[in-house]
């Protein structure tokens, strides 16, 4: 199978999303990824236990892209093998009435992970520069000071708010969050292809909501916002990868592979040794065990 590696995908200069591909052949059938992906989760999986155990870094797994681009089946099939214990999932929804009496930044803040744990965020705090963004009449609802209208809502706005953002990133990376950000690159051949399934499929249908329609209207809108937030915030604290979604086995596998290549990297991720007294006495504690 073709190597990959994750620099193929990180955001380290300025990018153009139409420029990108969103398929990658690596030169094998479904099957056999599939099975390069299962090696590799259950390497994370391992991975993801001593890092419990080391109990010093948390693990902050942000998830973006259009509607079908694979978020949700990328989750199932990735960290499958991980201890429930040690991950935690977020699936970020229109902001509750509690949420908005709150900054935009709260309910994420809230949901990070502790030391020694993964969380993955399904949809995150940049929702709040992309739909709001396409749509900044939602901003009204926030109810904050000076934007009393929608042309309130200009460039300084937006500049102000990424600002607001990377410093966010800035603050717990510093403190212990290694964060990964992965943009799931879909083209809108393949978003349509996606949709048509589930209107055709019945055990799909559920899936489907008119919005979806509407929104695929605003695709190049979203993608100018896409490339924007992307270019603006990939830092190397808080890196984007761009992986081509248009084959989900294949967005899947590099997923993985990036996250388990580069958490590997951190060699003082170890499990902790026991002290001088209990180590020294591992054979009394044996035998009063045996000897009961």
């Known amino acids: 199978m073709k190597k990959i590696a994750h620099e193929d995908f990180k955001v380290s200069k300025t990018v153009e999303l139409s420029k990108i591909p969103t398929t990658l052949d690596l030169g094998e059938n479904e099957k056999k990824i599939e099975k390069e992906l299962e090696k590799t989760r259950e390497k994370l999986g391992e991975l993801q236990d001593t890092l419990y155990a080391h109990g010093k870094y948390a693990v902050l ?25 040690g991950i ?56 904050i000071p000076q934007i009393d209208t929608v042309d309130d809502i200009n460039d300084d706005f937006w500049d102000q708010r990424f600002e607001q953002i990377r410093s966010f990133e ?6 212990g969050t290694l964060i990964y950000k992965f943009y799931l690159h879909l083209s809108k051949e393949e978003q349509k292809n996606r949709l048509l399934r589930r209107l055709e499929k019945k055990e799909k249908n559920w899936k489907f909501s008119a919005g979806d329609l509407e929104e695929r209207k605003l695709w190049d809108q979203y993608q100018f916002c896409y490339q924007d937030a992307i270019n603006r915030t990939s ?29 590997r990297e951190y060699d003082d991720i ?13 054979g009394l504690y044996k035998q009063q065990l045996e000897n009961e």
Request: proline share 6%; hydrophobic share 35%.
């Open 170 to 175: 800035k603050h717990i990376a510093d403190n």
């Open 235 to 263: 830092l190397p604290h808080a890196p984007w990868y761009v992986i081509p979604a248009d084959d989900k086995p294949v967005a899947r596998y590099i997923v993985a592979k990036t996250l388990y290549d580069t958490l």
């Open 270 to 282: 170890q499990e902790p040794e026991l002290d001088d007294k209990t180590k020294a006495n591992l």
């Open 61 to 85: 797994i942000c998830l973006q892209g259009m509607d079908t681009a694979g978020k949700d089946s990328l989750i199932r099939e990735v960290f499958k093998d991980f201890n429930t214990r």
């Open 88 to 143: 935690i999932v977020h699936s970020f929804k229109v902001p509750t009435e509690r949420e908005l009496g709150h900054d935009y930044l709260w309910r994420h803040y809230i949901a990070l992970p502790q030391r020694g744990k993964f969380g993955v965020f399904n949809r995150t705090h940049y929702e709040n520069v992309l739909v709001t963004r396409v749509h900044p009449e939602y901003i009204m609802g926030e109810n």
